[in-house]
């Protein structure tokens, strides 16, 4: 089955407005990690923001923020005044457990293309 | 700042030789991964390393695979015989390793194999 789900078509976004990237999980576990990893054309992976399962408050890093609504599993990112640099794939990934020697689970990405 | 570095960026080999890639750790970093991102997919976990040893491994890392610390500081995959679809880019990742806390896994920026 499926850990993570990104299902979102590719996306173009006008320079300056706001994206949101859609991702939902599975697990069984009360403990687990969300990850969103930016991969330019470039080819490498860049962090970008973490949410905690037991975190009180979405995350923000940024023009980067985590909508986390964990009764649906969902963790979307949204990017705010988006730039021409933000043109990329988008992974999110999950790490069950707290941390330290656990694996994370990739979803299979959304391609995000901001035109001027 | 940091970083995870690899090398070499890109690896042409043929059908069957042996291939090692490298990998240089966040120097105070205690976890060790190695993922692999088939072309246009997700990216996919191979094995985990801790303290000298295996951690967890995947189905995908079989007896082909094998991972090594040779000294302080780099982490190596070997790939004994390689085969047509072990083409991919290889991400080398390591991570803090404290449990409870955040634990975000950096990752290098690949080497992509391609194996004629």
């Known amino acids: 089955a499926q850990k993570i789900t990104q299902t979102q078509p590719g996306m173009f976004v006008q320079e300056k407005e706001a994206v949101t990237l859609d991702c939902t999980y599975d697990?069984?576990?009360?403990?687990?990690?969300l990850f969103w990893y930016k991969q330019p054309s470039s080819g490498e992976m860049i962090f970008l923001i973490y949410?905690?399962?037991?975190?009180?408050q979405n995350a923000t890093e940024g023009r980067y923020s985590l909508n986390f609504q964990k009764a649906r599993k969902s963790a979307n990112l949204v990017i705010s005044a988006s730039q021409l640099g933000d043109s990329a794939m988008y992974f999110c990934?999950?790490?069950?457990?707290?941390?330290?020697?656990?694996?994370?689970?990739f979803g299979k990405g959304n391609q995000v293309v901001v035109i001027p | 700042e940091p970083e995870v570095t690899q090398t070499p960026s890109h690896q042409v080999t043929q059908m069957g030789q042996e291939v090692i890639l490298r990998c240089v750790p966040i120097?105070?970093?205690?976890?060790f991964y190695w993922y692999r991102q088939i072309l246009g997919q997700k990216v996919e976990f191979l094995v985990s390393?801790?303290?000298?040893?295996?951690?967890?491994k995947s189905e995908i890392f079989d007896d082909q695979f094998s991972v090594e610390r040779p000294d302080g500081s780099n982490f190596t995959l070997k790939i004994r015989s390689t085969k047509l679809e072990d083409s991919a880019m290889y991400f080398c990742?390591?991570?803090?390793?404290?449990?409870?806390?955040?634990?975000?896994?950096?990752f290098g920026p690949g080497t992509r194999l391609t194996v004629l």
């Open positions: 949410q905690g399962s037991y975190d009180q």
């Open positions: 990934a999950m790490r069950e457990g707290r941390g330290g020697n656990n694996r994370l689970a």
């Open positions: 120097s105070n970093h205690l976890y």
């Open positions: 990742a390591s991570s803090e390793g404290m449990a409870g806390r955040t634990d975000t896994q950096y």
């Open positions: 390393f801790y303290n000298n040893e295996i951690s967890e």
């Open positions: 697990t069984s576990d009360p403990s687990y990690g």
